[in-house]
């Protein structure tokens, strides 16, 4: 007769024991592989190596399988718990980020590689990327909740084991992309399309480029092209940007993922013997699960996380007591959390994120984060390797320890290469110079003129010229003065008849960027795309914009748009309000509203409102003017 499996296995003091060493030897593992522990790597990862060993031999002899699952499962629960709300807290981010996945040079050339399918292609999923986001973001969640309660744990086992695969694959991917190193892919183009008979011409001279067929309608070329590599793999959005100052670094994340993916196979060798959570059980469960959300809530300053899973896994147990002949199981409780999250989901959606981790966030000093960043510090290093042991070592070329150990006398050991040294990684500013809403000099018309920044621009552009005729031809040019030259027009050729104010050919734009953050108050209207926003509110906003006027307060309009479209659209909905154009990917930063209407008082942002809150004239008088 088989003994019972139990959670102390053989000795409960041993198996805590084990597990610690577990956890530790898998922590030691990973600094042994991080780039700032270089130095001390080996002893790091032998170190930790041994220990992995020992410890999972231990829960062997011991039995402590049972408890090293527990552990993994309040673990990876609580993680994924954290990790699927944040997600959920700002799914479009999200599905930008599985956008840059699906473009044609990014995740789809590893398919075009290793089975030699260059028409492959993810293009498709991008139309569904938000759907795509809920989805992954709701499943994350229930599959979090489901391990800590032990319900329909073997499902639950292999639906996180398979999870984890996927995305241990694309973080794998994210840290391996080489951008310079090409791949073949294979295009289809409309003939009537321009672009095929560019192609057409490029072909008879590029070599990297190879029509395989064409026809009346339709041109098929194989082309070399450079990946697109995408650099942060957004595992937890803007939430480590935001918090920790910086995301998780690709092999960082890949790190994360291994030790998760291991977490889950002990689950996953576990599922055998674990059953649903009895009463005692779903109480410890509960609240180790609960300080796992405890833990990550305080990484990311955000404790709503910490009330979402109390609700959801409180909620599903309560299903299991109330939910009836048809919800009364682990089915109801995951329809429960189903429920919950897309409730959620549904409210940041039309509105905004609960917790917006952004640059652009209320409160946020923007000129702070526009000089937030750090230049890098590298060093370039000789490398040196031994002919008969294959070791390689490295020089700073102006050290002390080069210069004195003679390397390149000694006949065993052969210069290799020169690498560089990150001393301190490069930071790039919380907001960048994307962050740049401009137009165009000549494109200025009367309702730009009305702010006084755009005046003093104009006013500025104005410089002294000289009007001149060319005599060979009989026509005049205009000159500016500081340009004019008499070894470039000399008196037979040219004549100088007369001097006038002029336009300054070398200013071209104007940017309303520092206008904006220097400006005691400014109210912005951000739109991504003029064609796509939801413009039901679009009177409200006219109203406020009606009252700025009155009050003297700067108004304009930040858009990803061209002149003719802002032409169209102020005609329109006759709105005659200044209108600059931004990056379209920087005003998706700036607000997920299509449009979001901001208010920003000497640099800080006071103030956002999603399109669905826009306030009304007298609200926004009452909080923002009087």
Not at 541 to 561: D, R, S, T
Request: a negative charge.
């Amino acid at each position: 007769m088989k003994s019972k499996i139990t959670i102390q296995g053989r000795s409960l003091v041993f198996n805590t024991l084990f597990v610690v060493i577990n956890l530790a030897a898998i922590t030691l593992i990973v600094i042994g592989y991080h780039e700032n522990f270089s130095e001390q790597a080996m002893t790091f990862k032998t170190i930790g190596g041994v220990l992995l060993l020992l410890s999972i031999i231990g829960l062997i002899i011991f039995k402590g399988r049972y408890l090293m699952s527990s552990v993994a499962r309040v673990i990876v629960g609580g993680l994924f718990i954290v990790s699927g709300l944040i997600k959920a807290n700002d799914p479009i981010g999200f599905s930008y980020k599985l956008e840059e996945y699906f473009e044609d040079g990014a995740l789809a050339f590893r398919i075009k590689e290793w089975f030699s399918a260059p028409g492959f292609s993810l293009e498709v999923f991008m139309d569904y990327a938000l759907l795509l986001s809920v989805i992954i973001c709701i499943f994350e969640i229930v599959l979090g909740v489901l391990l800590l309660i032990g319900g329909k744990i073997k499902l639950a086992a292999y639906l996180s084991l398979l999870m984890m695969l996927f995305f241990t694959f694309l973080t794998w991917h994210t840290a391996n992309c080489d951008g310079t190193v090409k791949f073949l892919d294979r295009d289809t183009y409309a003939m009537t399309d321009p672009v095929a008979a560019m192609k057409i011409e490029q072909a008879k001279t590029d070599k990297e480029l190879k029509i395989v067929s064409q026809t009346k309608t339709e041109l098929v070329v194989d082309e070399m092209k450079l990946p697109q590599c995408v650099e942060d793999c957004g595992c937890f959005g803007d939430a480590m940007k935001g918090s920790v100052g910086r995301s998780l670094a690709p092999n960082e994340t890949l790190w994360k993922d291994y030790v998760l993916v291991y977490l889950i196979i002990w689950i996953f060798l576990a599922q055998w013997i674990i059953q649903p959570n009895t009463r005692k059980q779903n109480l410890v469960y509960t609240v180790t699960g609960t300080l796992v959300v405890v833990f990550f809530s305080w990484v990311f300053g955000w404790y709503f996380p910490i009330f979402f899973a109390l609700v959801s896994i409180l909620g599903s147990i309560w299903m299991l007591r109330a939910g009836g002949k048809y919800f009364g199981n682990f089915w109801g409780g995951a329809l429960f959390v189903v429920l919950i999250t897309l409730a959620l989901v549904m409210y940041v959606l039309s509105y905004a994120p609960i917790k917006d981790y952004r640059a652009y966030a209320v409160g946020s000093n923007m000129v702070e984060k526009m000089n937030d960043g750090i230049d890098g510090v590298y060093e370039s290093m000789l490398v040196y390797k031994n002919t008969k042991t294959g070791e390689t070592k490295e020089y700073s070329s102006t050290s002390e320890e080069y210069t004195s150990s003679k390397i390149w006398e000694d006949t065993d050991w052969v210069y290799e290469s020169m690498v560089q040294k990150v001393i301190i990684p490069t930071k790039i500013p919380s907001i960048t110079e994307q962050f740049n809403p401009f137009i165009q000099i000549d494109e200025i018309s009367e309702y730009e003129m009305a702010l006084e920044p755009v005046q003093e621009a104009v006013r500025n552009s104005n410089v002294k010229g000289l009007i001149i005729r060319d005599l060979g031809y009989n026509s005049d040019m205009e000159v500016p003065f500081s340009e004019y030259n008499t070894d470039d027009y000399d008196a037979e050729s040219y004549q100088i008849m007369d001097t006038i104010e002029m336009k300054d050919p070398s200013v071209t734009e104007f940017s309303l960027r520092d206008f904006i953050v220097k400006a005691d108050k400014i109210v912005l209207v951000s739109s991504q795309n003029l064609n796509k926003g939801e413009w039901t509110n679009i009177e409200l906003l006219k109203g406020i914009f009606e009252e700025c006027k009155k009050n003297n307060i700067p108004f304009a309009v930040m858009c990803g748009a061209s002149r003719d479209e802002i032409s169209a659209f102020r005609a329109k909905h006759k709105f005659y309000a200044p209108f600059f154009v931004n990056d379209e990917t920087e005003l998706k930063a700036i607000s997920r509203s299509n449009p979001g209407l901001l208010v920003v008082e000497k640099g800080i942002i006071k103030a956002k409102y999603p399109f669905r809150s826009t306030p009304t004239k007298a609200k926004f008088k009452s909080k923002h003017i009087d």
